[in-house]
């Protein structure tokens, strides 16, 4: 044995992986930024919002010509028996509600005729009201043609 074995110290580290390290954790951290760049879905404003305006988003002239020919279209397939006058009356109101929703991004789609009255979309809630009888009432329903009508006249008198 030794009389006096010494006392030997802990190794360093070699500088070089100290920088492999926090170049590791700049990789890491440069990927999760990339993820979540890349994968965010763009936000859209608030309806209450001030954005750009939708109808400038929209062209309003030719949304209005593509949903009167598919209110017609339904017209015409309930007229022909293909469709039955309550699901031609429900497939009018969905195409009104869509209308509103593509012009302006409001998802009429999912409101009651009270949410239309209570969102400023007094047209579109008159419309719809004027619609819920022949979609809901169990008694005899009002001609398809005067549906139509009614939807088509609200499209039209948009602006």
């Known amino acids: 044995m030794q009389a006096d074995p010494g006392f030997f110290g802990p190794l360093q580290y070699s500088p070089g992986w100290v920088w492999c390290g926090a170049a590791l954790l700049a990789l890491v951290a440069g990927w999760y930024v990339y993820v979540l760049a890349t994968t965010r879905t763009a936000t859209r404003?608030?309806?209450?919002?001030?954005g750009p305006d939708r109808a400038a988003l929209?062209?309003?002239?030719?949304?209005?010509?593509?949903?009167?020919?598919?209110?017609?279209?339904?017209?015409?397939?309930?007229?022909?028996?293909?469709?039955?006058?309550?699901?031609?009356?429900?497939?009018?109101?969905?195409?009104?509600?869509?209308?509103?929703?593509?012009?302006?991004?409001?998802?009429?789609?999912r409101m009651t005729h009270q949410d239309l009255a209570r969102h400023p979309l007094p047209a579109a809630a008159d419309a719809?009201?004027?619609?819920?009888?022949?979609?809901?009432?169990?008694?005899?329903?009002?001609?398809?043609?005067?549906?139509?009508?009614?939807?088509?006249?609200?499209?039209?008198?948009?602006?």
């Open 45 to 50: 404003p608030a309806s209450g919002s001030s």
């Open 58 to 109: 929209t062209d309003l002239p030719a949304l209005k010509a593509a949903y009167l020919q598919r209110i017609h279209d339904a017209e015409h397939a309930a007229a022909a028996g293909s469709l039955d006058a309550r699901h031609a009356h429900q497939e009018i109101s969905l195409l009104l509600r869509a209308f509103v929703r593509d012009a302006t991004g409001v998802d009429a789609t």
């Open 128 to 159: 719809v009201q004027a619609l819920y009888p022949a979609e809901f009432s169990p008694g005899p329903l009002p001609s398809v043609a005067a549906s139509a009508a009614r939807a088509s006249a609200a499209v039209r008198a948009w602006s």
